[in-house]
């Protein structure tokens, strides 16, 4: 079994060369995984849309390229969904999650108040967070925003996985040679239980 070869953007053609141009576009779309089945796919793009929306910013990069090693997922199809939570997106999840999680966790509104979201988006934003309130205040946001990172994540999974069936449908060879690296995959994987 071969460990590497040459990705199908340079290998030699007899009927039609590809240009350059066209070169870049299936090397491009190989990386992005349209050859594999779109339930990993999409597997890769939901996890990484669903770190982008976790409460630990600053540190998505590194948990998307992490999840994605551990579960042997596309790495750049997750860093990408990653990309999804960004400063246009984020406030609103945020401020969604942080009213789910005092909800969830039975926070009255007395003990936990609303956050004042103007102090956040100026200079004095840790004196938002402090005093009595910030431990329950960062339960909130925490189990909030995760829970609503996960949901958004799962939603991502079904669309982005009926949108690549979509595809394969649209186009055969590729569902073809999708179908034959699943395939692999599963042998493969066979053998090394085998071995154990």
């Not at 055969?172 to 179908?179: F, K, L």
């Amino acid at each position: 079994m071969k460990k590497w070869q040459t990705p199908r953007a340079f290998r030699r053609r007899r009927l039609h060369p590809l240009k350059l141009s066209r070169r870049l576009k299936v090397l491009l779309a190989d990386l992005l995984g349209r050859e594999e089945p779109p339930e990993r796919v999409a597997a890769a793009i939901a996890l990484g849309i669903g770190v982008g929306f976790s409460p630990f910013l600053g540190i998505h990069f590194l948990i998307a390229i992490g999840l994605a090693f551990l579960f042997r997922l596309n790495r750049i199809d997750a860093l990408l969904g990653q990309f999804v939570g960004n400063p246009w997106t984020l406030p609103p999840v945020y401020a969604a999650g942080y009213a789910l999680g005092r909800k969830l966790l039975h926070y009255p509104r007395w003990r936990v108040p609303d956050l004042p979201w103007d102090r956040l988006l100026h200079r004095d934003f840790w004196h938002a967070f402090t005093g009595p309130a910030l431990r329950p205040r960062l339960a909130s946001f925490i189990v909030g925003t995760l829970v609503l990172a996960t949901l958004i994540g799962l939603a991502a999974y079904f669309v982005v996985r009926a949108a690549l069936r979509i595809y394969h449908r649209l186009h055969p060879r590729v569902a073809e040679r999708a179908a034959r690296r699943k395939r692999h995959r599963r042998d493969a994987r066979k053998a090394r239980i085998e071995e154990l």
